[in-house]
């Protein structure tokens, strides 16, 4: 046999199997098997482990890691500071190789954490109940609304433009296969909020829900309450929310919100191209048995000892099968785990200042910019840790962030590539992973380029 | 105990480089009644508790780490550690999806390549990387198969689905407004081509397939039954939960399927990470490659690898950015470490387990259908309630009192008392011999006490837990009394 | 007089009303009964429409409607303690009760007698 190091069966060993089983040859095994090949895969020999990681080293290498890059760069994924501890325990591989923990018995690792995760969601989001995760915050978003329309049986999703555009394309996605339309409602071209009279004139009788940025793509806090006045009684609010925003930002439970989702990855995960995400679900507990996803529930054993397990599972596929609350089957433990160990590191103090940091730097960096001769503001709307310049110059912010390369800063990104109406507009980040010496730094090659 | 009542008022876990506070006053920034009134009562602890807290949890779980976990339909194969040391490189981790194009280049490439290698695998034209999930494939495809009726201006609204199935295939299809037509499985466990030409007609979209099927069976007539769905013009749809019985032996695009998807975290080894993230890669056959979701990442002579944007029918996005990027290093290193020769070996080892464990086994508990299987078997375990006065569930319980997990139970459902058995090709023949030993072990167990046994596990770190108080009253959330 | 279906519902003619639940022998091939989807009062309803859904912990049930009617009440004590159907079904663990449209539907329903007869042939 090659000599593969996973598996571990001699010639010999083959041959008793196979005469146990009573048959000749691995080909009669396959025997019920048309069109089976008659020639090798066309894919290479196999490797060993040193010259293949020597090979996709070189390839990773052909990358620019940020590592090492001050980044001013989110719109979705944000580069924060991820204390060691995290990688270190969530790489056990109790954790790592373990399945969807089916048998409670020899899962209460999994399910304790994901229990402690459904709190910690629950205390940053305000609201009354959280599912152990989805996949990311786009296909959360877009579940929400297929839930929020199940629950209102009505079929227009309202969207603000200023959501997230891919979240947005992820919902007319599902939407088109859930035969509900999505309707978009404006933004306010001075503050970069809702425009609520865009809003008014949306809603109709067929309105099961309005979805929300909470801060938006824009990094603009939307005013919740005053949105939520504005609503029917039995429309939904969805808030789509970062989590870090939430160490400063009000509870979006306490604001109305009816069910909150987002984007987790800003909690311990690191950015990975984008991908894995981790998706938050969070509702009020009276939509608990609507609720899509895993759900762990606490609970007592044979001896009265507290456990853990996935309760109302007969919402789920494996067992209502078309009737299910989604189709979903899997959810983002791992990705859950790095969130609970980063949050409880953080704790109530850490989470907290790490918003203060990242409002603070780009508050910091936003004043410092406008400063510069050609930089205007585009919105007035009170933001978190991102917000929108328009760069008034003979230089593209394509041009702009080509030079920005060259110093290891990942610049804003250009609106355009998503609001055409957007030219010279950039989208700013400012997180605790870049330096005030960075800010200045950015600020004075700023000035120098233009 | 919960980290939260280990908390402790203003401990902490970090620490942050010392900087000068910006002077920049928050009140000034937002609004004070968009601020928030109370701190989210996250836990409070040293770094030395947090990581004591999560070791200790990383011990009450049973893992693949740990031992045989041979849970049918879950390939839960060796995760090599390669993978691991490949994937954390920070080239590939440290990657934001809108830096510039031309700064990953080296992502786009392994992207690209895999998706070839995926291709030359199953047989299918064109593959996209985005779904997240098998589920989450499941979903893609169904979508590709509604934008493809509908541009064609056919309003055909069924998707037949045999009686076997994952219960997330008719949970798919109907996310897609699609009803769902159950085909019946005969005496020998596989489709019942009968049934199926009574049920196709022009109202059908597609079949969607797990081949082979849930019950280890090779589908043999799958050529017929494409051919019968392709003459009313329906997609067929193959669900690739089950590749792992044939990679390098037939293609699911020689066998007539027009869409394909993965599960990267079974066949191809990724760890499943106690549920998740997965991969859900979906491939077509040429005719729907327009349909796939954006972006594809495609290679051009002059351009290099790039993000190809626009796809004339594309159903659109179903996740944010590119897929489980992470997830794809992990197979596409797989892949190579195990080249054409070792995929093939995998295949063929895990068929030969499973059905090494099927004969052996078969003596004590009847296999539900006859004959061959493929990587998995699946028993009919009414002898244990007949004979044994026991149930599936309690000699499922009391396997992990012997420190092995148990395999997939009551499913498919089509089965009494089912169990579903998957050894995968990387568990020896004493492996397998030591579970046949604990299960015949635990017969004779149940034959002296049965009522012993319907209390098992012993062991574990708790026992049976109560299912039904906590349906009926969840408690989802840890309530903290007070201020922690 | 109760009336029983093939689909293990029962009805009670109550003077000008019917009373519908689940039987006995249903309650006890469920197991525990952790919650009750109830349907909503005002629905008009066909003989053999889904009624409402009954969970175990492993299990949904859809229930039928044995006969054509109009809903003018569920019983809200099964939402907090749906174990009310374990306790007693065919008593306390009513569902709902209902106008119904044709009497007539009654006679082909099963009495007593021949329910016990049909499910101990079923079991």
């Known amino acids: 046999m090659s000599n593969n190091p996973y598996i571990p069966h001699s010639k010999k060993e083959i041959k008793e199997m196979l005469t146990e089983i009573g048959v000749n040859s691995i080909d009669e095994l396959y025997n019920d098997v048309p069109n089976r090949l008659d020639s090798d895969l066309d894919i290479p020999e196999a490797s060993d482990e040193f010259s293949l990681r020597r090979k996709l080293k070189h390839l990773s290498e052909l990358n620019s890691s940020l590592d090492d890059y001050a980044v001013f760069r989110g719109a979705g994924v944000y580069k924060h500071l991820i204390p060691a501890a995290v990688n270190s325990l969530a790489s056990r591989g109790e954790f790592l190789t373990a399945y969807t923990p089916y048998q409670a018995e020899v899962s209460q690792g999994t399910l304790q954490m994901l229990f402690e995760f459904q709190t910690m969601i629950t205390e940053l989001t305000g609201m009354d109940i959280a599912n152990s995760s989805m996949y990311d915050g786009a296909s959360a978003t877009a579940e929400a609304a297929l839930m929020a329309a199940r629950i209102t049986k009505k079929e227009d999703v309202l969207v603000a433009s200023s959501l997230h555009p891919e979240y947005i394309e992820v919902l007319k996605t599902y939407c088109f296969g859930a035969d509900l339309n999505v309707i978009p409602v404006k933004y306010s071209a001075d503050s970069g909020n809702l425009d609520f009279e865009d809003l008014k004139e949306k809603i109709s009788e067929n309105t099961a829900t309005l979805i929300l940025g909470y801060p938006n793509f824009f990094g603009i806090v939307e005013h919740l309450v005053k949105i939520k006045e504005l609503l029917p009684k039995k429309v939904l609010l969805i808030a789509v929310i970062n989590p870090i925003a939430l160490g400063l930002l009000e509870a979006p439970g306490k604001l109305g919100a009816d069910i909150v989702v987002g984007e987790g990855q800003p909690l311990g995960n690191p950015m990975n191209l984008g991908g894995p995400g981790l998706g938050l679900f969070a509702t009020r507990e009276k939509y608990i048995r609507k609720t899509p996803g895993r759900l762990i529930g606490q609970t007592k054993d044979l001896d009265g000892k507290t456990g853990y397990a996935m309760i109302l599972q007969t919402r789920e596929q494996h067992i209502r099968r078309e009737k299910a609350t989604s189709n979903i089957c899997s959810n983002h433990s791992f990705n859950a785990l790095l969130a609970s160990i980063y949050m409880s590191l953080m704790g109530k103090n850490g989470i907290k200042e790490i918003a203060t940091r990242c409002l603070k730097k780009s508050h910091y960096l936003y004043e410092k910019l406008l400063k510069i001769e050609g930089i205007s503001p585009v919105f007035d709307g009170p933001f978190f840790h991102e917000f929108v310049l328009r760069i008034n110059k003979d230089k593209t912010i394509e041009e702009i962030n080509e030079k920005m390369l060259e110093e290891k800063i990942l610049g804003p990104l250009s609106l355009e590539r998503f609001f055409p109406n957007m030219e010279n507009c950039a989208l700013f980040c400012t997180t605790e992973a870049v330096n005030n010496d960075d800010i200045t730094f950015l600020a004075g090659k700023l000035e120098e380029i233009l | ?484 | 007089m109760i009336k029983y279906s093939k689909s293990h519902e029962w009805v009670k003619k109550e003077g000008e009303i019917g009373v519908i639940g689940i039987t006995d022998y249903a309650q006890d091939q469920l197991g525990d009964i952790v919650y009750v989807e109830l349907p909503e009062a005002g629905n008009e309803i066909n003989k053999g429409e889904m009624l409402c859904t009954v969970e175990s912990v492993k299990a949904a049930s859809d229930i039928y409607s044995p006969v054509t009617c109009e809903i003018t009440e569920v019983n809200e004590d099964l939402e907090d303690s749906p174990e009310i159907i374990n306790e007693d079904a065919e008593g306390k663990g009513w569902i709902c009760k209902v106008k119904l449209s044709d009497e007539s539907e009654l006679d082909k329903l099963m009495n007593k007698e021949e329910y016990d007869e049909f499910y101990e042939k079923e079991g």
């Not at chain 2, 990679?247 to 027009?258: I, R, Y």
């Not at chain 2, 499943?272 to 005719?287: D, L, N, R």
């Open chain 2, 1 to 484: 105990m919960t980290i939260f009542e280990k908390s402790r008022k203003n401990r902490t876990g970090y620490s942050l480089p010392d900087e000068d506070s910006l002077e920049v006053q928050i009140e000034k920034a937002i609004p004070e009644e968009l601020l928030r009134s109370k701190d989210p009562s996250l836990p409070e602890s040293s770094e030395t508790e947090v990581v004591r807290h999560y070791n200790n949890l990383s011990k009450k779980n049973f893992s693949v780490d740990s031992g045989f976990y041979p849970l049918g339909s879950c390939t839960m194969k060796y995760n090599p550690r390669i993978n691991e040391s490949i994937a954390s490189l920070p080239g590939f981790t440290e990657l934001h999806p809108y830096q510039p194009e031309k700064t990953f280049k080296g992502a786009l490439e392994l992207m690209y390549d895999l998706k070839k290698l995926l291709s030359e695998i199953t047989g299918m034209k064109s593959f996209t990387l985005q779904p997240a999930a098998g589920a989450h494939g499941e979903l893609t495809g169904m979508l590709i198969i509604k934008k493809y009726f509908r541009s064609k201006g056919e309003k055909r609204n069924k998707v037949i689905i045999p009686d076997s199935a994952h219960g997330t295939n008719p949970a798919s299809a109907k996310m897609v407004g699609f009803d769902v037509v159950e085909i019946k499985s005969n005496d020998n466990g596989i489709v019942d081509l009968e049934d199926l030409k009574k049920q196709i007609d022009e109202d059908v979209a597609g079949i969607m397939l797990t081949n082979p099927n849930t019950l280890g069976l090779f589908e043999k007539d799958i050529c017929k039954i494409t051919e019968i769905a392709h003459e009313k013009g329906a997609l067929m749809y193959y669900d690739g939960a089950n590749l792992n019985a044939i990679m390098g032996k037939v293609k699911p695009g020689d066998m007539g399927f027009d869409i394909i998807h993965l599960n990267l975290h079974k066949t191809f080894s990724t760890p499943h990470g106690m549920g998740g993230p997965g991969s859900g890669p979906v491939g077509v056959a040429e005719f729907l490659k327009d349909y796939l979701p954006v972006p594809i990442v495609d290679l051009d002579n002059e351009k290099g690898y790039y993000l190809k944007w626009n796809l004339n029918n594309s159903i659109g996005r179903v996740r944010s950015f590119f897929g489980n990027f992470n997830v794809l290093v992990k197979a596409y290193s797989y892949i190579l470490m195990m080249g054409k020769d070792g995929l093939r070996l995998a295949s063929e080892m895990a068929v030969l387990n499973a059905n090494y464990l099927r004969k052996k086994l078969s003596t004590m508990i009847p296999t539900a259908f006859p004959g061959i299987c493929k990587h998995e078997a699946v028993f009919d375990g009414s002898v244990l309630v007949d004979d044994y006065n026991v149930k599936t569930i309690d000699l499922a319980k009391k396997l992990l009192d012997y420190n092995v997990h148990p395999p997939t139970i009551y499913f498919p459902l089509i089965v009494n008392e089912a169990l579903m058995i998957e050894p995968s090709e990387t568990e020896s023949k004493e492996n397998i011999d030591n579970y046949i030993s604990i299960i015949k072990e635990i017969l004779v167990e149940a034959r002296n006490d049965p009522e012993k046994l319907k209390k098992a596990p012993y062991t574990t770190p708790v026992r049976r837990l109560d299912e039904v108080t906590a349906s009926r009253s969840p408690v989802v959330s840890y309530r903290q009394e007070t201020e922690g």
